[in-house]
């Protein structure tokens, strides 16, 4: 695995395969505290029509991340991001006021974690945002999650507790879209990114 990555949009080919990463990550993130139900609603072959009705929605942005040395197709890709407007949520403290877009799922297959995937995926979707005129994000994590640590990295600040599959959450919020690209781009090779946004 190179480590070097092309993010792209999904295409509904891709369905499929965003739908295993989707229930792996799942699995690898909550699988020690979710019920057999709840994740037995993520796997995917249940989800493939889910994620196609997600990438064919222009109201949302779902994009892959692609390892090149694998070929073009959806064999290639190694994580996704699938974002849009913020949503409503279950909240018990804080708010989500003055924020215009959401990272609803970000996940990256196991074997692609720790080279900096989850951070151009992250930046390609603000990016995205941007361009559609948003000036800042947020996204929800369940609080018993031990990948959190990297919302706190790339410098998410909590802004709101809730809800969500009978589990505690926690938001994230950036103000400024350009400071969480400037996060995620900065410790990253710019010769790896060639987003399509
Ligand atoms: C969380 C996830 C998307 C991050 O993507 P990634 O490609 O592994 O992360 P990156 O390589 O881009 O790491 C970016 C930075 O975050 C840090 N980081 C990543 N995971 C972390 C963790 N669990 N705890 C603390 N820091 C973490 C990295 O060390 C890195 O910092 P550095 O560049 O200073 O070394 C990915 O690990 C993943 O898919 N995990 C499983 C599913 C999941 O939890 N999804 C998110 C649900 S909220």
Redesign the pocket.
Known sequence: MSGSYVIRDAVLEDAPVIAEIHER?WL??YGHFITPEALAEKSAEKRIAYWQARIADPAVTVLVGCDPALGDSSTAVQ?MVYGGPVLPHDMTSGSLDGFDSELYI???R?S??????????TAALARRFQAAGAKSLV?W??KD??????????GGRVVAEGWDEGQADIAYGWDDLNSLIAACEG?TNTANRADTA
């Open positions: 990550g690898q993130a994580g970000l996940h990256c196991q692609a974690q720790g080279k900096g995937l989850g951070r151009l995926l996204l994590a369940f999650n031990a990948f959190r640590g990297f919302y706190d990295r790339i410790a």
